[in-house]
């Protein structure tokens, strides 16, 4: 069974730093690209960074590139998401994502979420 | 940036009922369009993707159609678990990949 589960979520001040993780089971984790999603409290679905298989290509939405960098060990089967310069319209819930296929950019498989809180 | 339109903003329907959704592309994006439906306080679910395709263990009431610019989900008898808001979502080669604004089927 595929498994995401998101972890390090939390409040953090303006103009700080978090990473988050999304630790992968039941599956092949280096045979697929990853993602992550995020949703503002009571707002819509927000694509945010994507990594390829092997790590060797990133990409970001124009609201957090410079500011966020995605990265992957696929000898933990971990995804990763380091946040700097965080600001208030980061506060969401970040889910971490995998397609149903590999080399598809639809997300079949989602965690549970995390929620980060940017707020002085 | 693809901009994906969706309409209505809120469908208020009753049980049994057939509801359609509806998602429009700011350029075109062939057939890269995926649906997916969120219940409160739960993440998304992948319902439709390739426009046509339903997901692993969807409903055969879930349907989608459309190719373009101009896409369509379809319920074809709404069960009380399905009143929940859906979104679309595009990949076509361009990024950023996008999400709609999303389209709420309430109980009517």
């Known amino acids: 069974e595929v498994q995401l589960v998101e972890s390090g979520g939390g409040l953090v001040k303006p103009g700080g730093s978090l990473r988050i993780s999304c630790a992968a089971s039941?599956?092949?984790?280096?045979?697929?690209?990853m993602h992550w999603v995020r949703q503002a409290p009571g707002k819509g679905l927000e694509w945010v960074s994507s990594?390829?298989?092997?790590?060797?290509?990133?990409y970001y939405a124009d609201s957090v590139k410079g500011r966020f960098t995605i990265s992957r060990d696929n000898a933990k089967n971990s995804l990763y998401l380091q946040m700097d310069s965080l600001r208030g319209d980061d506060t969401a819930v970040y889910y971490c994502?995998?397609?149903?296929?590999?080399?598809?950019?639809?997300?079949?498989?989602w965690g549970q979420g995390t929620l980060v809180t940017v707020s002085s | 940036e693809i901009v994906l339109t969706q309409s209505p903003a809120t469908l208020s329907l009753s049980p049994g009922e057939r509801a359609t959704l509806s998602c429009r592309a700011s350029?075109?994006?062939?057939?890269?369009l995926g649906w997916y439906q969120q219940r409160p306080g739960q993440a998304p679910r992948l319902l439709i993707y390739?426009?046509?395709h339903r997901a692993t263990d969807i409903p055969a009431r879930f349907s989608g159609s459309g190719s373009g610019t101009d896409f369509t989900l379809t319920i074809s008898s709404l069960e009380p678990e399905d009143f929940a808001i859906y979104y679309c979502?595009?990949?076509?080669?361009?990024?950023?990949?996008?999400f709609g604004g999303g389209t709420k089927v309430e109980i009517k």
């Open positions: 390739d426009a046509s």
């Open positions: 039941g599956f092949i984790f280096s045979s697929y690209n």
């Open positions: 994502a995998r397609a149903p296929f590999s080399n598809y950019y639809f997300f079949a498989y």
């Open positions: 979502q595009q990949r076509s080669s361009n990024w950023p990949l996008t």
């Open positions: 990594i390829t298989s092997g790590g060797s290509h990133t």
């Open positions: 350029q075109s994006i062939s057939n890269q």
